[in-house]
């Protein structure tokens, strides 16, 4: 079953058990993918985006969202924090477990000693090879931290 096939059924399912805040984040997931689709489309690609641009975007919808619980908090809106929250643990049940710190700085060993980086130059070819395998599991700010500390020495 493919990822876009789950958010599906997860939304038909959440609508039938009348889980209104479920249905409303899956709703917005969904509008997502399909406005990336329609941008795959214009780049001449019919099939629109595949499970790695999807746990991309899903990424990217639990950041703006964390962004967001925090501005809330600071400025004294618990309630939609909290929202804001629920609809993280909504996105993350489609997303695959995320590396720990030991396995991301393993994962990042990894792709230098692979590649045969040997100075910052060669931090582009390390990222794209980390985000190519490790889409939607590993937090590119850290992979980044971490890849400059192991080649700038």
């Known amino acids: 079953m493919t990822l876009r096939t789950e958010i599906v059924d997860g939304m038909k399912t959440a609508m039938k058990a ?24 214009a780049e001449d690609r019919p099939n629109g985006i595949d499970s790695a641009e999807i746990l991309s975007l899903l990424a990217k919808m ?6 967001s619980a925090k501005i809330y908090e600071d400025n004294g809106r618990p309630e939609l924090a909290e929202r804001e929250r629920s609809e ?37 070819k390390v990222m794209g090879k980390l ?19 192991i080649l700038a020495g």
Do not use: H, W
């Open 88 to 124: 993280i643990d909504i996105i993350k049940v489609y997303m695959p477990t995320p590396l720990s710190d030991d396995e991301l700085i393993a994962a990042v060993k990894s792709a230098v000693d692979v590649l045969d980086a040997t100075c910052l130059k060669d931090m582009g």
């Open 131 to 149: 985000k190519g395998e490790f889409s939607g599991r590993m937090d590119m700010g850290k992979a980044g931290a971490a890849v400059k500390a």
């Open 62 to 67: 639990v950041k703006q969202r964390q962004e």
């Open 18 to 41: 009348k889980e209104k805040l479920t249905v409303s984040t899956l709703r917005l997931v969904n509008a997502a993918i399909k406005d990336r689709d329609i941008a795959a489309r």
